[in-house]
Nanobody, 121 residues
């Protein structure tokens, strides 16, 4: 599986951005997909995940209620709608995929390149 993330940029506090992650392959629906983020000096931190059917989603407490993860099987693409952005949301965002479901200890096998999100105050 190859993943291509896009949609990052510079936004003001309280603004919105929508990230996209395009996946290659014909077995898109078999993969749990998700987003992680990373700031300088830290590891990648889980943000959100969505199962293959799109029915089950999980969010970190820091983004719950502000971010929404979805996927479009026809386009082999996953999205992260980010609203009410805060300066602490500034990070390099990575999309990821794995056949295993999210269970709180999810370490995806496949990663896309990062897309930078910067929230200015």
């Amino acid at each position: 599986v190859q993943l291509q993330a896009s949609g990052g940029g510079l936004v003001q506090v309280g603004g919105s951005l929508k990230l996209s992650c395009a996946a290659s392959g014909r077995t898109f629906s078999r993969y749990t997909m998700g987003w992680f983020r990373q700031t300088p000096g830290t590891g990648r931190i889980f943000v959100a995940s969505i199962d293959g059917s799109g029915a089950s989603t999980f969010y970190s407490d820091s983004v719950k209620g502000r971010f929404s993860i979805t996927r479009d099987g026809a386009k082999n693409t996953m999205y992260l709608q980010m609203n009410s952005l805060r300066p602490e949301d500034t990070a390099l965002y990575y999309c990821a995929a794995d056949r295993a479901p999210y269970d709180g200890y999810w370490y995806p096998q496949y990663w896309g390149q990062g897309t930078q999100v910067t929230v200015s105050s």
